[in-house]
């Protein structure tokens, strides 16, 4: 996302991600953002890393006092917005800061960007490393070997939704699965078990699941937690692990669409 033809308002934002482990994950672009913008405002998950990125500007300003115990997180993100978009439309070239990518998972990203081009500013993302991407390389998992379905949590249990199991399942922020208010730190073992009662319509009970958090510091490993599906509630987890779920079945090939396909094929060839 872009300036438009008509973006000569002074001011100017840049959403940008750091990554997900501290100092490993930072692009040349990222980081050239960062040290050119009048205004940083920096919303990450660890104290060591907003200090590590306030190394890097003179005028840091951190967006965590606008979380509060039992405070909506849709009302955190609008202040976010608010306050972001003050320094821009006061003429200052700002880059907000966000952890992993600031595309996945961060609404207040996508929205200071859509509000910052409406009112005739340029505005565009710098993408960084994301949980996914992390996870990938963790896990092992290639999404273009069998396919990968990505749901944040809560919403896969609202919705219903048509799961192939011969697919990877990810299920994101699952440390928070059911909280319908958005102002929980964490939410415990008897919503965990909603869970595991949807995803056993299409996985079996003791199938295996993984537990997965991608390294924040240089010094730490992933955390990987393998656990049959049943024992989920019980496991001890907090709010940034995401849930991997392996196929429990195998692609079957439409003998149908196979035998157009083919048909083309020879078609081609003739």
């Known amino acids: 996302m872009v300036g438009g033809e008509g973006a000569s308002v002074g001011g100017s934002l840049v959403c940008a991600g750091v990554g997900m482990t501290l100092g490993s994950h930072l692009t040349p672009l990222a980081r050239s953002e960062i040290e050119g913008a009048d205004v940083i405002f920096v919303a990450v998950s660890d104290a060591m890393v907003e200090r590590w990125v306030a190394s890097m500007h003179p005028d840091v300003r951190s967006l965590q006092p606008l979380y509060a115990e039992g405070k909506p997180r849709t ?60 996870l990938y390389a963790d896990l092992g998992i290639d999404p273009g070997g069998v396919g990968c379905q990505h749901y944040e949590a809560t919403q896969f249990l609202l919705h219903e939704r048509r799961i192939d199991a011969a697919a990877w399942l990810i299920l994101w922020q699952v440390g928070l699965v059911g909280d319908l208010s958005l102002g ?87």
């Open 75 to 134: 009302e955190t993100y609008a202040h976010m917005v608010d306050a972001i978009l003050a320094e821009v439309r006061a003429g200052r070239r700002v880059c907000a800061v966000f952890y992993g990518h600031p595309g996945i998972f961060v609404s207040a990203s996508h929205a200071c960007i859509r509000q910052a081009l409406a009112e005739g500013y340029s505005a565009h993302m710098e993408p960084g490393i994301s949980a996914s991407d992390c």
């Open 184 to 270: 929980r730190r964490e939410t415990g073992a008897a919503y965990r078990q909603v869970l595991v009662d949807v995803l056993c319509r299409d996985f079996p009970e003791g199938h295996e699941v993984i537990l997965y958090r991608a390294p924040i510091l240089p010094l730490e490993g992933p955390h990987i937690v393998r656990v049959p599906l049943h024992a989920l509630p019980a496991a001890d987890f907090g709010t940034g692990y995401t849930l991997a779920v392996p196929p429990c079945a195998s692609l079957r090939v439409a003998p149908d669409i196979l035998a157009r396909l083919r048909a083309l094929s020879f078609d081609a060839d003739a």
